[in-house]
């Protein structure tokens, strides 16, 4: 039968075709290309079907915001009709051309083999032209069209069975057809998975695994004949019969009792319409036996309309001219009394021995049954069961895209953390986000399945910073969904988005989510802002300078102004080296860090011009300075000549406030230089 459904679809096929017709109600507003009906209507899986699709191409419709000129469709391709069923194109190019005629079709025909749902897509190429610049440009779209094809009927003449096939867990139900009032059927199954049955109707069955089975039935139509073989009388009573002419009976004192003759006994038997059907000896022919007891072997009667009653008489007809009726050839029979009934008997059905007691009459009876075969039928059908495969999720770790492989399946549709995702209806599909993704697949033979869930991390792609503000530094990232540890010089600092620093140093953080991804943010220097209590330009939290030259002290002790604290002045050569005995006589300085406040950074603010002088350092030649801004990363560096005043130009930078660092040896000098 499969055979025969596959030739016979490619004989429709390939042989037949019938022009299409359009609908001209298929139209849409506002105007776009369509195509009607979106939900085609049922089909049936072993049985020819048709349909009509319309195709609407409105000349002129809106497109990305853009008025386009509709000058012709073009159907690349139309896929994922069930195996069995086509579509021929009222134009054979299929291209369609707008200016002729807005109206296409498509005719759809075939015998479609599996039952399922499936989604048919058409690919279109619309080439338009937008109104406003001219350009031609090609605008691909595509239509998911829907069918539904509802399991086919097998059967022959003996049994039906729905469906004919399907996929794994296939569930079938049967009737046998045959049925009779006059004869006892008998039904032997024999399902193919091992299961049988006696039932008409029998339990629905299951085809757990794919393959081809072989479902046969025998209807075997037999007759139960019920037969009478022999009939005994053993007794009859004298009260009964006694008393007529014929039979008189006396009981006298002096003589005893007797009887002027026995009875004469026959048999009548009635059917279940009342119908005398036997009487001993024939039908009419008065034949009897005389005598208080009778036997009648071979009756050999068939019993096939009951209930069967039997009467027992005694006939009064007298046989004393039995010899003359010979002679003259007609019968002589003088009746004088009627005839005597001694008993009715329902005939018990049972196949055995049955005895009978009235007060009249007693004895027995046989009964003899079997099995008569009428006739057979056999027939047998192929239910074909189709794999639905397992199917492995896989994941393409180089371009991150998850895909199933099995060439099988013609339609997909894939789902992330259980929800279906728009649009993502192709064997593969590209990882955007971490989830678990699965795909569920029509096969090509309409089996329904789903692969296995696989859980994917995707990290997304970000690029975490730290923004300063104060003493608070903060991520570019403001979602509470991430982790953030902040780190300072390498050691676990704190957590949050934000955090307070209170030390100068390196910090940095690591961003993740619960998918284990994690994003490393730039590493930046900071600084902790100084702080000048009484605005004197000494960083302090008292103010130690006594006279306010710029000397921290408690008491004057620059005795001269020259710079250098001291009770006596031991700066003999002014050189700016304090000296018991003045032993700089070249006049160079060495670097310690009261030499290095004498280092000029001016002005601040700054419109972008800035000063800085150098003392002459002993053996130290250049200096080199950075600056650093609010994010840590630093924005300009220079070298610098010593014993000069260096003009640097930053105007480039925009305002803001930056930490100078200046690097003389190995000593840093730090200042906060703000740029207006």
Known sequence: ??????????????????????????????????????????????EFYST???????????????????TELAVSQIVGFPIGLSAELSNPSMVFYPSENEFGCAYVSGVPFSP????????????????????EIAYPTEFNLFLTVNPGSGGNNSFIFSPNNGCEDLEVQFEALVESEDYDVEYLWDFGNGNTSNEQYPSTQLYSNDGDYEVSLVTNLTTTETILTDFNISDVSVDCYGGDFEEFCWDLWLIGSGCWSDPDLFLKIYDGNNNLIYQTGGIGSG?????????????????????????????EAWDILDGLEDAVGIPLDIQISDDDLLGTYTINLDEGNHTFNSGCSNGNYSIYSSVVPVTTIENSEIISVFDSPEIETMLNEDSYTVFIE?????????????VLIEGATQSNYDVEISGTYYVEFITENGCFGMSSALYVVKCADLDPSIILSCLTLNSNINDSSYDFIWYFDDSVYGSGITINANQDGYY???????????????????????QDLDNDGIINSEDDDVDGDGVVNSEDDDVDGDGIPDESDDDVDGDGSCNDDDDTISGFMSIDDNILELISIFPNPSNGILNIILPDFNNVNYANVFLIDLKGQVVFKDKLQCAEKNVINIESLPSSYYILDLVVGDKHVYKRILIN
């Open 1 to 46: 039968m499969k055979r025969f459904i596959i030739f016979f679809t490619f004989l429709i096929s390939f042989y037949s075709f019938s022009q299409c017709s359009y609908d001209e109600s298929c139209t849409i507003s506002p105007a776009f290309p369509n195509i009607c009906p979106m939900q085609l209507p049922n089909a049936t899986a072993g």
């Open 52 to 70: 009509d699709l319309t195709f609407w191409m409105p000349t002129q419709f809106e497109a990305e915001g853009f008025d386009v000129v509709l």
């Open 116 to 135: 399922g749902d499936y989604i048919i897509t058409v690919y279109v190429v619309a080439n338009v032209t937008v109104e406003a610049v001219g350009f």
């Open 287 to 315: 034949e009897y036996i005389t005598g208080t007891s009778a036997s009648w072997s071979n009756i050999n009667l068939n019993l096939v309309n009951p209930p069967y009653n039997v009467e027992i008489w005694d006939t």
């Open 406 to 418: 099995d060439e099988s399946i013609t339609s997909f549709q894939w789902y992330l953390d259980g």
């Open 508 to 530: 940095y953080y690591i961003m993740s989510d619960e998918a284990g991804c994690l994003w490393y943010s730039d590493t930046i220097f900071f600084q902790v802002p100084p």
